[in-house]
């Protein structure tokens, strides 16, 4: 009877999106998209030339193709723009046209902009000045398509969602424009929004700005390229596997996956939205890392548990969270994880872990440790176990409606992996016990070594090819335990980075993560770590590794 329960269930689902069928083909549906992204992209002012031979590495391009001032504008940290505008040395109008021309070259080399909005921020520009002289925060801000904007189509990348327009703002929005943000560009996502790479029927796929070859990363995937190529300096993203962290990695920037229930996240369009055994995320990419916490604390200021109460009202704590020893030194004991135990990392990413290890126990006041993982292959059976309670067939009920293609990455996460199955309530009560005894023998484990943060990988390896995100492993793994972590950029991938000549295998995982790299393939690859700290403690994590980033020099100390 069970079974029969669960046919009714996805024929259920499949009758609901075949009755809203779209009445047109997905390929007009989507070239209907990509003309109003290319007529926003005509608007910007002075017009963006088309650029006819697009290199390997798209980093250099920019500066060929924008004005001194542009370019100054849109290079510059994101703080010292707040500090100029505020002062009253730039106009709110010449950063966001910067930040949109910009945008516009960042969309022709990598594909990661579903539309930019000149009109409406241009506008907006006009009442801001003198708001930034009494107030002096806010920025242009991009965002995820998914986010809502009152009027602006919201389809996360599903065809038969392409009519799905929200009447108000996402709460988080609110609070960013009552802080005088302007927004101003959307970014791309992939398909199903669960995997990471960012590829759509909508918008093809969107490529890494280091390395054309390779992927951005996803689900915030657009928005990682956008920050990458400098086309954005803050945006927001999502995460609930490693959404915000990947696409940071893979580009070269920022991010931060926040203890959930902190950050509103009202107002998104996303399959499964009343699931609450594995909770999504919301939080910000940045080319800066003082620009982080500035996010946070800007949205916690605005007490937004007041109006949703699911939210923790925790406001974001200014005050040192690391004692101060002699000669202004910190006290921090940091532990460095080089692999989980299911899958070994490529070889730059060991260099970036074992040098960072080296120079951090010369560091005055940091206590370094290696940091053995527990039972992350277990971990992984019972996330990926919950992420798809009913199979998948919501998502694949939507993709059916429409009539288009599944991209690889969708048949790999949906109809491919063992874990994906109907599970019936008990079966969801069995797991979600499972996760909260995870959990805390994670604590425990965790508590026995006395570390404060945790340095690890943020993937198998650098930025992949596309159709390769296989593993989410080093990022769902503290989705399971609700932790907070940080991506920071530390190299990049190097000639010298070759392949282990001793590699041995672990499992099919490994075997088929090994398979995929060479320092040649992954060339000029951003190398990034991600720096995990305890449930509540995100503040820890973002001033324990200001302090590393500030002794040893980093991002992209020539050696590390």
């Known amino acids: 009877m069970y079974l029969f329960h669960k046919y009714l269930l996805h024929k259920y689902l499949l009758l609901k999106y075949l009755f809203h069928k779209p009445r047109e083909p997905w390929q007009a549906i989507a070239k209907r998209a990509q003309d109003h992204r290319d007529a926003t992209l005509a608007a910007v002012q002075p017009p963006v030339p088309d650029i006819l031979e697009l290199p390997l590495d798209s980093t250099l391009i920019p500066k060929t193709l924008l004005t001194q001032e542009e370019l100054q504008i849109t290079e510059s940290d994101p703080m010292t723009l707040i500090q100029k505008m505020s002062s009253g040395v730039l106009s709110s109008e010449a950063v966001t046209n910067a930040f949109l021309r910009r945008a516009a070259v960042a969309q022709k080399l990598v594909n990661c902009v579903t539309e930019l909005m000149p009109e409406a921020a241009l506008w907006r520009t006009v009442s801001l000045d003198a708001y930034l002289k009494e107030h002096g925060k806010p920025l242009p801000i991009s965002t995820k398509e998914m986010i809502h904007i009152a009027g602006l189509t919201c389809n996360a990348a599903f065809i038969v969602w392409h009519d799905r327009v929200p009447d108000k703002n996402a709460h988080i929005l609110e609070i960013l424009l009552d802080a005088g943000c302007v927004l101003y560009a959307r970014t791309t996502q992939p398909q199903t929004l669960m995997y990471l790479e960012t590829s759509s029927n909508y918008y093809r796929i969107t490529v890494n700005p280091f390395n054309r070859n390779l992927t951005s990363g996803g689900s915030s995937g657009g928005k990682g390229a956008l920050l990458g190529l400098r086309g954005s300096s803050l945006g927001i993203g999502t995460d609930i596997g490693g959404s915000i962290r990947v696409p940071a990695a893979n580009n070269g920037v920022y991010g931060l996956r926040p203890t959930s229930k902190c950050l509103p996240n009202q107002g998104m369009t996303a399959p499964m939205p009343g699931a609450e055994h594995i909770l999504g995320v919301i939080g910000p990419l940045s080319t800066s890392l003082p620009a982080i916490p500035l996010f946070v604390k800007t949205l916690l200021d605005a007490k937004p548990w007041l109006r949703d109460p699911s939210l923790v009202p925790l406001p974001w704590n200014t005050s040192p969270r690391f004692p101060v020893a002699a000669a202004g030194s910190k006290t921090i004991k940091i532990g460095v994880m080089y692999h989980d135990g299911v899958v070994q990392p490529h070889t730059p990413i060991y260099r970036v872990l074992q040098n960072l290890h080296t120079k951090l126990a010369d560091v005055p006041g940091i206590e370094v440790t290696t940091f053995t993982p527990y039972k992350h292959d277990e971990a992984w059976d019972i996330i990926y176990s919950l992420y798809f309670a009913d199979g998948g067939a ?72 596309v159709d390769c995100a296989r593993y989410w492993g080093y990022t769902a793994q503290w989705n399971l335990l609700d932790y907070p972590a940080l991506i920071a950029p530390v190299s990049k991938v190097l000639p010298i980075d070759i392949l282990d000549p001793e590699f041995v295998a672990w499992n099919d995982q490994d075997a088929y993560n090994h398979s995929l790299y060479s320092p040649e393939k992954y060339a000029n690859a951003p190398v990034s770590v991600q720096v995990v700290g305890r449930r509540f403690e995100d503040e820890k994590v973002v001033e324990a590794w200001a302090y590393v980033q500030e002794k040893l020099g980093l991002p992209w100390a020539e050696y590390v």
């Open 394 to 465: 919501e998502e694949k009920a939507a993709l059916a409606a429409s009539g288009a293609p599944w991209r690889p990455l969708s048949k790999f996460i949906l109809s491919e992996n063992l874990n994906v199955k109907p599970l019936s309530v008990p079966e969801v009560w069995d797991l979600t016990i499972k996760r909260d005894e995870y959990r805390n023998a994670y604590a425990r484990h965790r508590a026995v070594s006395g570390i404060d943060v945790l340095i690890c990988p943020v993937g198998p390896g650098a930025a992949p090819k």
